[in-house]
């Protein structure tokens, strides 16, 4: 009779409704249970003359269950906070942890994959199962399967200390999220605030029984103040308050501080990398990525700081002559964003707020997918009645001449101040030994900030940020057509993985495609023609801020990691960074790092892959310039070329081989 325990029952989509606290240990204990007895099983027999089916996919099936059953407690751990799940999770987490670490310690699983690796049948695999096997045995030796005992359980130890400290990071970020609020009462402090945004905040002011307008710490908030509040006062309050957040100053001083915290979390890093034998924590988190050293990754970097000296002289000219016109002979930070946003109406001649109207989220995505099925002969359709985590979420299918690829589940609403944009694998693509195909499951959450019954509206950047999340999933989608083996988002190298996102982006920056993407939400009008190259114009001028922020977080991320024990503060790293950029004022009274969620979301020492796939995803999308931005004889190549291969090559040889000769740019 089969087990009632939903967990337990195979499934199409997951089942979240039904799941209940009291369903996580037993379901996780009894596919332990099973696993373990396979693997030993599969072990045994596969001791002599490995062969692919039953080791590679035998394990696979083994692991695969366990896998989803993980992130599917992760996605509810996200919506259900009493105390009986929280604790029913932790127990089921360990234990499947603890399994997975089993797994990678295993010397009898690692001589089976190494004696398959190196036979002769194994010569004549394809690029995808070779690729597959080398990165599973440097899985094995970065889990510290050639370490001696003690070590190995030194580094056990120092996994779990590292995992702890990253997820009390994240609670003390999030815990400063939701201490910060400021209530307003009168309207006039509001001044140059658009009505979306005094909607969002009059709902929260609503929700927490207040008159007025609440303000609080979400980025989409924090950013949208900074650049249109004409209160100086208020956004130099709301600047100190967001940048402070988790440390010894600012408004909830030493409350939730997250600068200890990280000092130990990088001493960790420090033992592991050591501990593994490299010399520093990047040379162990650039393992699996396209660059190969710190020398070449701080050598990118420069490079892109040296080719934006221009853009970053000439920004900060027009940016100090308007702050004199307005009196403001003492630029301060929070003045940047709020003077760059009068020069890009100026330049521009439009105003953002209005062309948000010609981009309501329903009709954009609708016209995405439109897009996607123009240039890769892919069809999204939504569909209706399936059970899910949390009110809001929605359901899409991918599908190719009728087969159905997979599944993206929608998220497009804010859950908690703390959330950022992101796309992640339910569900990976791989063949069973028997040829049964696994459809891939991947979850995008946009996190849009939107007040009830207000249409969502998309601003450039969230346009960007809709693109990119979705660029992820649909490399999810299409990675490892054609093949058998298992791939998945979540294994690429983090350069590899956000070549994607930043590769869609690029047709945000589109004039043709923005007109073909339009809909206004209460005329269904396209955008005309030279509003959309006007567009363009205004997204693109004064950025010199953003990119300085980006390329001075990805130096202080790898000299944080690369010089950890050197007897400098993290303050003094992040102003040592930041006089090397050179373009941001000295920032003596903030704390990036004591917010920056990338340092604990595996990110950590790799930070700089953003800027790096951005430069490679430009060069690439050229050819998409030359051919036409709705080309599908060009969708279909890169989708051949790019992002069916996956990791079964390099990015840089599949990029080059889509594009007939070598990127340009600075790589």
């Known amino acids: 009779m089969p087990d009632p325990n939903p967990l337990l029952q195979d499934h199409h989509l997951p089942p979240f409704s039904a799941i209940r606290a009291e369903h996580l240990v037993p379901a996780v204990d009894a596919v332990v249970l099973r696993s373990r007895a396979e693997v030993a099983r599969i072990t045994a027999s596969q001791r002599n003359s490995p062969n692919w089916d039953d080791l590679v996919l035998a394990i696979e099936l083994v692991t695969s269950r366990l896998d989803e059953m993980l992130r599917v407690i992760d996605i509810l ?83 779990r200390e590292i995992a702890g400290l990253q997820q009390l990071f994240l609670n003390r970020l999030e815990q400063a999220n939701e201490a910060w609020r400021k209530h307003v009462t009168d309207e006039s402090q509001l001044l140059g605030l658009a009505p979306t945004l005094k909607a969002r905040m009059a709902h929260k002011a609503r929700a927490a029984n207040l008159q007025g307008w609440l303000i609080t710490l979400n980025e989409e908030t924090y950013r949208d103040l900074m650049a249109y509040a004409q209160n100086r006062a208020l956004r130099e309050e709301v600047f100190t308050a967001y940048n402070t957040r988790a440390s010894e100053l600012g408004p909830h001083a030493g409350e939730f ?187 995008l959450c946009t996190q849009f900030d939107v007040a009830p019954d207000e249409p969502c509206l998309l601003g450039h950047r969230q346009l960007k940020i809709l693109f990119h999340e979705f660029g992820h999933c649909l490399q999810q989608m299409m990675m490892g057509l054609g093949y058998r083996t298992k791939m998945s988002i979540d294994d690429l190298g983090m350069d590899n993985a956000e070549f994607c996102g930043q590769f869609f982006e690029r047709w945000c920056d589109s004039p043709d495609c923005l007109v073909w993407l339009s809909s206004h939400v209460d005329t269904g009008a396209h ?50 960074a930041n006089r090397e950029v050179g373009h941001l004022p000295a920032l003596d009274a903030v704390r990036y790092a004591n917010g920056f969620s990338y340092l604990v979301s595996g990110y950590e020492g790799g930070f700089y892959a953003y800027q790096w796939s951005d430069v490679l995803a430009r060069s690439a999308f050229k050819r998409f310039e030359r051919e036409g931005v709705f080309s599908a004889a060009t969708g279909r190549a890169f989708r051949e070329c790019v992002l069916a291969p996956g990791h079964s090559r390099s990015l840089l040889e599949s990029v080059q081989l889509f594009l007939g000769g070598p990127p340009g740019g600075a790589l």
């Not at 670490?101 to 036979?119: M, P, Q, V």
């Not at 796309?423 to 040829?435: D, I, K, Q």
């Not at 190259?533 to 693109?540: G, H």
């Not at 001075?552 to 503060?569: M, Y």
């Open 527 to 576: 955008l005309p023609e030279a509003l959309a190259r006007q567009q363009v114009v205004y997204a693109n001028t004064q950025m010199s801020w953003e990119r300085a922020e980006l390329l001075t977080l990805a130096l202080f991320d790898i000299e944080l990691h690369r010089t950890q024990g050197d007897g400098r503060s993290i303050e003094q790293v992040f102003a040592s």
């Open 257 to 443: 501080d997250n600068g200890p915290l990280l000092q130990m979390l990088l001493a960790s890093r420090g033992q592991k990398a050591q501990l593994l034998g490299h010399a520093n924590f990047v040379q162990l988190a650039l393992e699996l990525q396209v660059l190969e050293t710190d020398e070449q990754v701080l050598d990118f970097i420069r490079d892109q700081i040296a080719s934006q000296r221009t853009a970053f002289a000439q920004d900060k000219q027009a940016l100090t002559a308007l702050g004199l016109k307005q009196g403001l002979a003492d630029l301060q930070p929070w003045d940047y964003a709020f003077l760059a946003q009068e020069i890009r109406q100026e330049a521009s001649g439009i105003a953002e707020e209005a062309l948000r109207a010609y981009f309501p989220l329903d009709s954009t995505l609708l016209r995405l997918c439109a897009l996607v099925k123009r240039l890769f002969d892919i069809e999204v359709i939504e569909l209706d009645g399936f059970d899910a985590w949390t009110p809001g979420v929605r359901l899409l299918q991918v599908q190719a001449h009728d087969e159905v690829l997979g599944y993206i589940y929608f998220v497009p609403y804010l859950q908690k101040s703390g959330d950022f944009a992101n796309a992640f694998s339910l569900r990976n693509r791989w063949t069973t030994a028997e040829g049964r195909r696994v459809q891939p499951v991947v979850v």
């Open 77 to 159: 751990d996200s919506v259900k906070n009493d105390q009986k799940w929280m604790e029913a999770s932790a127990q089921a987490t360990f234990t499947a942890t603890d399994f997975v670490r089993e797994l990678t310690g295993n010397r009898a699983l690692f001589d089976c994959y190494r004696a398959l690796a190196a036979s002769s049948p194994a010569e004549l695999f394809d690029a995808s199962r070779q690729s597959f096997l080398r990165r599973t045995l440097k899985k094995f030796q970065l889990a510290g399967i050639n370490l001696e005992p003690a070590a190995q359980q030194r580094l056990v130890t120092l996994n």
